[in-house]
């Protein structure tokens, strides 16, 4: 089993910043890949940055060059630094992991933490 926990959400004003954190823990041997994925109220759940084992970076149209995503992977955990923050950054952000085992992928999420960006 694989846990996922978020923290560092809140409440910003526009312009400016935070980060979030993912730790993960239990059976994470075999990560391929860790990601942030966020979802607004009534819109779907959409895809934000990820980083691979080897550390190469994917990041959204709309959070380039705002957001940075990095892993340390001493600490079995994912950060994502947000800055410049827009009222459209508003939205409950998701850790998700992808972990291979015996040639399978298994996906994994976490709870999720609320970012409100407002004046």
């Known amino acids: 089993q694989v846990q996922l926990v978020e923290s560092g959400g809140g409440l910003v004003q526009p312009g400016g910043s935070l980060r979030l954190s993912c730790a993960a823990s239990?059976?994470?041997?075999?990560?391929?890949?860790m990601g942030w994925y966020r979802q607004a109220p009534g819109k779907q759940r959409e895809f934000v940055a990820l980083?691979?084992?080897?550390?190469?970076?994917n990041y959204a149209d709309s959070v380039k060059g705002r957001f940075t995503i990095s892993r340390d992977n001493a600490k079995n955990t994912m950060y994502l630094q947000m800055d410049s923050l827009k009222p459209e950054d508003t939205a409950v952000y998701y850790c998700?992991?992808?972990?291979?085992?015996?040639?399978?992928?298994?996906?994994?999420w976490g709870q999720g933490t609320q970012v409100t960006v407002t004046s």
């Open positions: 998700n992991t992808d972990i291979s085992r015996s040639s399978l992928h298994f996906n994994y």
């Open positions: 239990g059976s994470i041997l075999g990560i391929n890949y």
């Open positions: 980083v691979t084992n080897d550390g190469s970076t």
